[in-house]
């Protein structure tokens, strides 16, 4: 399974982006579904992570600013980011094939989001 990121881009503090992730096959199987991101010098974190169910976690530095959303049928994942500050600088990456705390099995290369203050 191959996933694609798209969507990123320089963006002003306090401006809104969407990411999206093309799954190369069907994701209806894979129940969880999460965004990372890794800013330079830092460790890869957890951003927010979605099942089929539609229940959706966020890590606290995202929380009433980013909406996680997937579509199946489009083999789609979504991250909604409004509110956007400098210390969302990152890269971002679409990750799936996550198995209680084991690191993921599929994840995109990632798309760039850099946010100037």
């Known amino acids: 399974l191959q996933l694609v990121e798209s969507g990123g881009g320089l963006v002003q503090a306090g401006e809104s982006l969407t990411l999206s992730c093309l799954a190369s096959g069907s994701i209806s199987l894979l129940d969880r579904m999460a965004w990372y991101r890794q800013a330079p010098g830092e460790e890869r974190e957890l951003v927010a992570e979605i099942r089929n169910s539609g229940t959706a976690t966020y890590a606290d530095f995202v929380k009433g600013r980013f909406t996680v959303s997937r579509d199946n049928g489009k083999r789609t994942l979504l991250l909604q980011m409004n509110g956007l500050e400098a210390e969302d600088t990152a890269v971002y990456y679409c990750?799936?094939?996550?198995?209680?705390?084991?690191?993921?099995?599929?994840w995109g290369r990632g798309t760039q989001v850099t946010v100037s203050s």
């Open positions: 990750a799936t094939g996550i198995f209680g705390t084991l690191t993921p099995m599929y």
